[in-house]
């Protein structure tokens, strides 16, 4: 049997999905393969007020609705709030190693909630997805591996979880940018994993539906901003690019935000947009790639399905420690947060023709084996094409390989999905 690099060796292009928002359990608590860690009714559950331990509890549950109407927190302060049960404190530094409580999910909703003047709705974040309501990533379970373990890269927001997927760090931000350092953009000490990829020859690609969250990285920018650029795509040039073979090495896709109208006619699976627009996004994306029809490339081609975080949905395994990224960030980072923890589980999955049906990684959360974040991405690309590393995060951080366990490309991947259910739960 040839070793995951041989089989590595053989993948020419990796492309990655970032959805928007949802912890691992919000889409896979109730997923009926035994192997998932999971969701039980009976065992997992959150006091409505923390500091009133035998009050009033809401139990998890397959209920989840396909959008809803407020945002729940995510920002740094309100994670800390979710994983401790308490909100830090204006000065509280660094995290605590302990103990996670991971008691505080309900009330953090609950205050998102109250000022969205919808009290009483924050107990929405306990309900995970029965999985006939997901029938896309549901097949997708079936078809590829599935990530037990997969972590945002920090307890924090969108804007930092996305900058380690590109930088393996955040520059030391913790918390959504405001207009002035949105504006100003972000750089990182050591650049991005684009500027590695280009002086290895290989090329990349950011297809995007809408303005792109990573043109606020200061060298992406320019790039965006080029009328004549071929590395920034709109996401309608997607399938004809496949059909003309012009599939990058690395292709990262970010979908449609719609923060104009709070996110209500996205597809990135925002609480707020339903997450049948998402699943319609993902079955696009599959299909173009294995659909033999559209893309010469499926053979060769490894697709990563992710969210950037949890969204302030429930998850019920506490996040580790991390390797802090030691790049000495600069940007706000007002509790001193040393980047030495993960932030909660989200989905992951690996489709590709080096990867069987039914895998599942990981089967102890304490194994570090089989931990990743977003910077295994990042580890994966260093180990297919020969890049160093950015920060010591993605130095340590496990590459996918592990999931590359056929000795032959297969050839049974359908090249149709399911129809999303539309809206996904009435």
Same mark, same amino acid.
């Given at each position: 049997?040839?070793?995951?690099q041989?089989?590595l060796?053989?993948?020419n292009?990796?492309?990655?999905?970032?959805?928007?928002?949802r912890?691992?359990?919000?889409?896979?608590?109730?997923?009926p393969d035994g192997?998932f860690?999971?969701l039980?009714?009976?065992?997992?559950?959150n006091?409505v007020? %923390?500091? /009133?331990?035998?009050?009033?509890?809401? $139990?998890?549950?397959? =209920?989840?609705?396909?959008?809803? #109407?407020?945002?729940p &927190?995510?920002?740094?302060d309100?994670v800390?709030?979710?994983l401790?049960?308490?909100l830090?404190?204006?000065?509280s530094?660094?995290?605590?190693?302990?103990?996670?409580?991971?008691?505080?999910?309900v009330?953090s909703?609950?205050?998102?909630a109250?000022?969205?003047?919808? %009290?009483? /709705?924050?107990?929405v974040?306990?309900? $995970?997805?029965?999985? =006939?309501?997901?029938?896309v990533? #549901?097949?997708?379970? &079936?078809?590829?591996?599935?990530?037990?373990?997969w972590?945002?890269?920090?307890?924090?927001?969108?804007?930092?979880n996305?900058?380690?997927?590109?930088?393996?760090?955040?520059?030391?931000?913790?918390?959504?940018?405001?207009?002035?350092?949105?504006?100003?953009g972000?750089?990182?000490?050591?650049?991005?994993?684009?500027?590695r990829l280009t002086?290895?020859n290989?090329?990349?690609?950011?297809?995007?539906d809408?303005?792109?969250q990573?043109?606020g990285?200061?060298s992406?920018?320019?790039?965006?901003?080029?009328?004549?650029t071929?590395?920034?795509?709109d996401?309608?040039?997607?399938?004809n690019?496949?059909?003309a073979?012009?599939?990058?090495s690395?292709t990262?896709?970010?979908?449609?935000?719609?923060?104009?109208?709070?996110?209500?006619?996205?597809?990135?699976?925002h609480p707020?947009?339903?997450?049948a627009?998402?699943?319609?996004?993902i079955?696009?994306?599959y299909?173009a790639?294995?659909?033999p029809?559209v893309?010469?490339s499926?053979?060769?081609?490894?697709?990563?399905?992710t969210?950037?975080?949890?969204?302030?949905?429930?998850?019920?395994v506490?996040p580790?420690?991390?390797v802090?990224?030691?790049?000495g960030?600069?940007?706000?980072?007002?509790?001193?947060f040393?980047?030495?923890r993960?932030?909660?589980?989200?989905?992951?999955?690996?489709?590709?023709?080096?990867?069987?049906?039914?895998?599942?990684?990981?089967?102890?959360?304490?194994?570090?084996?089989?931990?990743f974040d977003?910077?295994?991405i990042?580890?994966?690309?260093?180990?297919?094409?020969?890049?160093?590393?950015?920060?010591?995060?993605d130095?340590?951080?496990?590459?996918l390989s592990c999931?590359?366990?056929?000795?032959?490309?297969r050839?049974?991947?359908?090249p149709?999905?399911?129809?999303?259910?539309?809206?996904?739960?009435?």
């Amino acid at each position: 049997m040839s070793s995951p690099q041989d089989a590595l060796n053989h993948i020419n292009h990796i492309v990655v999905l970032m959805l928007e928002n949802r912890s691992f359990d919000n889409v896979f608590g109730f997923h009926p393969d035994g192997r998932f860690d999971g969701l039980s009714a009976s065992a997992h559950g959150n006091p409505v007020d %923390p500091t /009133q331990p035998s009050g009033a509890t809401v $139990a998890a549950s397959a =209920t989840a609705p396909g959008a809803i #109407s407020f945002d729940p &927190g995510h920002e740094f302060d309100d994670v800390h709030q979710q994983l401790y049960g308490v909100l830090p404190g204006p000065s509280s530094g660094p995290l605590p190693p302990s103990p996670l409580t991971l008691d505080g999910f309900v009330a953090s909703a609950e205050r998102a909630a109250a000022a969205a003047k919808l %009290p009483g /709705q924050g107990a929405v974040v306990m309900a $995970a997805y029965d999985p =006939t309501h997901l029938p896309v990533l #549901s097949a997708l379970a &079936g078809l590829g591996a599935v990530f037990n373990y997969w972590y945002a890269p920090l307890p924090g927001p969108t804007w930092p979880n996305r900058f380690f997927v590109h930088a393996a760090t955040s520059g030391g931000l913790t918390q959504s940018p405001d207009d002035l350092q949105m504006t100003g953009g972000f750089a990182f000490a050591a650049g991005t994993i684009y500027e590695r990829l280009t002086a290895a020859n290989q090329r990349w690609r950011i297809y995007h539906d809408g303005l792109p969250q990573a043109a606020g990285i200061t060298s992406l920018r320019w790039s965006y901003l080029d009328p004549f650029t071929t590395t920034f795509r709109d996401m309608e040039h997607f399938e004809n690019d496949l059909r003309a073979q012009d599939l990058a090495s690395y292709t990262f896709i970010e979908p449609r935000y719609d923060t104009g109208t709070n996110f209500v006619g996205g597809n990135s699976m925002h609480p707020c947009n339903d997450v049948a627009a998402g699943e319609a996004l993902i079955k696009r994306v599959y299909e173009a790639l294995f659909d033999p029809q559209v893309s010469p490339s499926g053979a060769d081609t490894m697709l990563i399905i992710t969210c950037d975080e949890h969204g302030g949905f429930y998850d019920h395994v506490p996040p580790p420690a991390a390797v802090a990224p030691g790049d000495g960030g600069t940007h706000a980072n007002p509790h001193g947060f040393a980047f030495d923890r993960y932030g909660v589980r989200v989905p992951a999955l690996v489709i590709s023709a080096y990867t069987a049906s039914g895998t599942v990684i990981g089967t102890d959360p304490a194994d570090p084996s089989t931990r990743f974040d977003h910077t295994s991405i990042l580890a994966t690309l260093a180990a297919r094409f020969a890049l160093s590393p950015l920060t010591k995060r993605d130095a340590a951080a496990v590459d996918l390989s592990c999931c590359l366990t056929l000795d032959a490309p297969r050839s049974d991947l359908p090249p149709r999905l399911p129809d999303p259910i539309t809206p996904a739960v009435a």
